[in-house]
């Protein structure tokens, strides 16, 4: 059984928020989200300055299995995207809640 942080808050869609104390929070996809989705090869990320609202498409993950939109559980600016998942896809197959987060919004 996956290892599931009690520190976030998930969504039915299976994304999840880690609010920082600064005001900003982390967005990223759960463990299950990611196993039923396979092997992650392509993440297209919105830019740094976008804004969307709460359940918003912010982008979309490519895996072996399926092509799915990936919806925004709160509102805000982007201000940081995960860089290293255009190189590392896969970082969110194995590391969901830590390196494979995808963007961050204030």
Do not use: C
Request: net charge negative; glycine share 12%.
């Amino acid at each position: 059984m996956a290892n599931i942080p009690t520190d976030l808050q998930y969504t039915e869609e299976h994304e999840y928020v880690r609010r920082g104390r600064d005001g900003v929070a982390e967005i990223g996809i759960t463990d299950y989200a990611q196993g039923e989705l396979g092997d992650i090869v392509y993440i297209e990320l919105p830019k740094i300055g976008t804004k969307f609202g709460k359940h918003d498409v912010f982008g979309t993950i490519e895996a072996v299995k399926a092509v799915s939109e990936l919806f925004a559980p709160i509102g805000g600016e982007v201000v940081a995207i995960n860089e290293r998942l255009d190189k590392e896809p896969a970082l969110v197959n194995s590391d969901p809640y830590g390196a494979g987060w995808m963007v961050k919004i204030k």
